[in-house]
Every structure is written in C-alpha cells, then in structure tokens.
C-alpha cells in the first residue's frame, strides 16, 4: 500500500533504535527501509527488537552513501529541529501527509532521518526538498528516532483515506539533478568561476535552487544539455 515511500535511516548509531524503527514500520504498514552508512548495523540484531518482521528485513537496503540511496526518488523529506536557509521548512505534518500522497502518484518519495546524536548534516539538509519540523516544544524539540519515524508514518497513515492533493507533474529523480549539478560544476570549473574554497558550499546552494525549482525530468535533462553545450564552446575556444 505504502511502497511508494522509502524510509532512509542515514548513519543510525544504535541498533536498539533500528528495531523500534522497523516496529514503527510494521505497525504503520510500510516496508521499504534504506540504511545509509550503517555497516555496523546487522539484519539478525534487528530481528532480536523486532519481532515478526522478517519480510521488512528481508527488503532492507543498504548504501555506502546517500547520493545512491536517493538516486530513484524525486522527493526528499528530511526531518531535523535545525533549520537550514535554502530548503522550506514544514510544521504542519497533517497537511504535508496528504500531499506527499500526491507526490507518491508519480515517483519514489524518501523520508530522511539523521543519526540519533547529531541529526541531519548540511550535506543531508541540501540534498532535501522540504525539511520537517515535527510540532512539538520548542523548549524540547529533539525527538527519539524511532518516535520521529512513527509519527511521521501514522500521519502517512492517516493521510491515505483523505482525498489526494494534486500535485502538477512528476519531479525529476534526485539521480538526474545529481547529473545536471555535475555538469554544471564542470563547466563552472572550467570557466574559474569558484574563485576559492572546494566549492562545497555553492554546490549546495545550487542543489537548493534546483530543489525549490521542482524540475521534471525532460528540464533537467535539459539543463544537463545546455551546460554540456556550453562546456563544449568554453573548451574549443581554449584550446
């Protein structure tokens, strides 16, 4: 019923709290469970906290990194107490369910959790479309894990017997803008445009825009094209 969304646990620390999570899934019905730079995280430990939840178990992935784990989904949703500057910040979970259910109509949906201590890092927090602050005190705003996973899934929940929200069209998959932001570095980097630093810091930003931008798939593609196009021209007039 749910298999549209992916759950994504990025370097989890506690097995304990990677059983509550398979749980919280289990209770919620959904199945898909992505663990990201987890390898210290093993399937059979999981099974001693979760009880009866083979068949999660059995479809547990597992990545080296998170720009794998989220190269077929076109919508990322990350959910930390911090907020970041360059992605929309969301507290109204109800209202969100019930349109990530309109996104899910059209391509993979991925739920984004941080590790236990830190939460999500900037790298994480850019590589999201909207950035969910669950409505709890402010005075005490760090959740549980597993507790952050269960309510964002029961709303999910809650969500799938309400009418879907429309949403315009389907989003390109975080894989195809990783190609168009590549190409685009290229180019810049041919160009000089960074001036100092790695560039960390403007790949990004400009990950943001793209994000904000809501690109399909035939834009990004050609984004991708243009930026070629123009690497091509800035290197026959070098040379």
């Given at each position: 019923?749910?298999?549209?969304?992916?759950?994504?646990?990025?370097r989890?620390?506690?097995?304990?709290?990677?059983?509550a999570?398979?749980?919280a899934?289990?209770?919620m019905?959904?199945?898909?469970?992505?663990l990201?730079e987890?390898?210290?995280?093993r399937?059979?430990d999981?099974?001693?906290?979760a009880?009866r939840s083979?068949?999660?178990?059995?479809?547990?992935e597992?990545?080296?990194?998170?720009?794998?784990a989220l190269?077929?989904?076109?919508?990322v949703v990350?959910?930390?107490?911090?907020?970041?500057?360059?992605?929309?910040?969301?507290?109204?979970i109800?209202?969100l369910?019930?349109?990530l259910?309109?996104y899910?109509?059209?391509?993979?949906?991925?739920?984004?959790f941080?590790?236990?201590?830190k939460?999500?890092d900037?790298e994480?927090l850019?590589?999201c479309?909207?950035?969910?602050?669950?409505p709890?005190?402010?005075?005490y705003?760090?959740?549980?894990?597993?507790q952050?996973?269960?309510?964002?899934?029961y709303?999910?929940?809650?969500?799938?017997?309400?009418?879907l929200?429309?949403?315009?069209?389907?989003?390109?998959?975080a894989?195809?803008?990783d190609r168009?932001?590549?190409?685009?570095?290229?180019l810049?980097g041919?160009i000089?445009?960074?001036?100092s630093?790695?560039?960390a810091?403007l790949?990004?930003e400009?990950?943001?825009?793209l994000?904000?931008?809501q690109l399909?798939e035939?834009?990004?593609?050609?984004?991708?094209?243009?930026?070629?196009?123009?690497l091509?021209?800035?290197?026959?007039s070098?040379?």
């Amino acid at each position: 019923m749910f298999d549209q969304f992916v759950i994504i646990l990025r370097r989890p620390r506690d097995v304990r709290n990677c059983g509550a999570v398979v749980r919280a899934m289990k209770n919620m019905g959904f199945s898909r469970l992505r663990l990201v730079e987890a390898a210290d995280v093993r399937v059979e430990d999981i099974l001693g906290i979760a009880h009866r939840s083979d068949d999660i178990l059995a479809r547990i992935e597992h990545y080296d990194d998170l720009a794998t784990a989220l190269g077929d989904t076109s919508l990322v949703v990350g959910t930390s107490a911090r907020l970041h500057a360059n992605v929309q910040l969301r507290s109204d979970i109800r209202d969100l369910a019930a349109e990530l259910h309109g996104y899910a109509r059209y391509g993979l949906v991925a739920l984004l959790f941080g590790p236990e201590d830190k939460g999500l890092d900037n790298e994480a927090l850019a590589r999201c479309h909207i950035l969910l602050r669950l409505p709890v005190d402010l005075a005490y705003p760090s959740l549980n894990l597993a507790q952050a996973v269960l309510l964002v899934l029961y709303e999910l929940r809650q969500a799938a017997t309400a009418p879907l929200t429309p949403t315009p069209r389907a989003l390109a998959t975080a894989a195809s803008l990783d190609r168009s932001l590549a190409t685009v570095g290229q180019l810049l980097g041919a160009i000089d445009f960074v001036k100092s630093g790695d560039g960390a810091t403007l790949r990004r930003e400009l990950r943001a825009i793209l994000n904000r931008a809501q690109l399909d798939e035939r834009e990004a593609a050609l984004l991708t094209a243009v930026a070629r196009e123009v690497l091509r021209y800035v290197e026959r007039s070098t040379k």
